[in-house]
């Protein structure tokens, strides 16, 4: 089995400006995920690593990584319009092209959301491959809330009321069927997965890995001060 492993990162970031090589705890952001791209490398062989990026600073700090890109993602694939699956399908067919073969699986490491490490991405990959039927695969955290029970939307009429409408009454959250939060670390496709014209990554045939310590996205100033806080303070509650 041949596997891509992508690493994406545009320049641009209204949230967190040049949020993808912004230091975190004495390293840039990217850094962490081109780790442990190197670590599921060293694990599974078979392994290209490559960078999908419009910014000369991203691809220059990556290179300082050890990750050399010869690709530089098109401009009309780095706005803020543009999903995420059709800048990974262009490297991949890239890769493809220039490597002139085929890949079996693409992993794709979020830079914006580094807290996994070589066992989450093994576990999952493993669930992924044992599953003949499924077609991809992507992290997942508990949920805080539960749109069964306390998550509310404003329907026809203008009033408010649950976002899901369960069958019978429940009572508590626990009671709740089970509901996860994305948490936009990593995304395993099969091949076949961009040959079928997917859009996104949630489909009829997704499978989902649950992380099993924190783990959460950089959307906001605040979250970088958390995390940064975790880091600096050995607050994780597992070993990246």
């Known amino acids: ?115 996994r490490n070589l066992e989450d991405l093994t576990n999952a990959f493993e669930l992924l491959t044992a599953d003949e039927n499924a077609i991809n695969l992507f992290s997942v955290s508990e949920a805080g809330r539960s749109p069964y029970f306390n998550m509310v939307e404003q329907k026809e009429n203008g009033y408010f009321s649950l976002v899901k409408q369960p069958d019978g009454n429940l009572f508590t959250r626990q009671s709740a069927p089970k ?7 990593f995304y395993f496709y099969k091949r076949s997965f961009f040959d079928l014209g997917y859009k996104g990554a949630i489909t009829d045939r997704s499978l989902i890995y649950q992380i099993p310590h924190i783990c959460f996205d950089l959307d906001h100033p605040i979250d970088f001060e958390i995390i940064s806080f975790l880091m600096e303070n050995k607050k994780l509650d597992f070993n990246l």
């Open 1 to 115: 089995m041949r596997t891509l492993l992508t690493i994406c990162a545009r320049g641009g970031s209204k949230g967190i400006p040049g949020k993808n090589i912004k230091p975190l705890n004495g390293k840039p952001l990217i850094g962490y995920s081109i780790e442990t791209a190197k670590q599921f490398k060293k694990k599974y062989h078979n392994v290209d690593i490559v960078l999908s990026s419009d910014s000369d600073e991203i691809i220059q700090t990556a290179k300082d990584f050890g990750l050399i890109s010869d690709y530089k993602r098109p401009d009309y694939l780095a706005n803020d319009t543009v999903g995420k699956i059709d800048a990974i399908k262009d490297i991949l067919t890239y890769s493809e092209s220039k490597n002139n073969q085929k890949y079996d699986y693409l992993l794709d490491l979020d830079v914006t959301s580094p807290l």
């Open 179 to 185: 509901v996860y939060d994305l948490n936009a670390s």
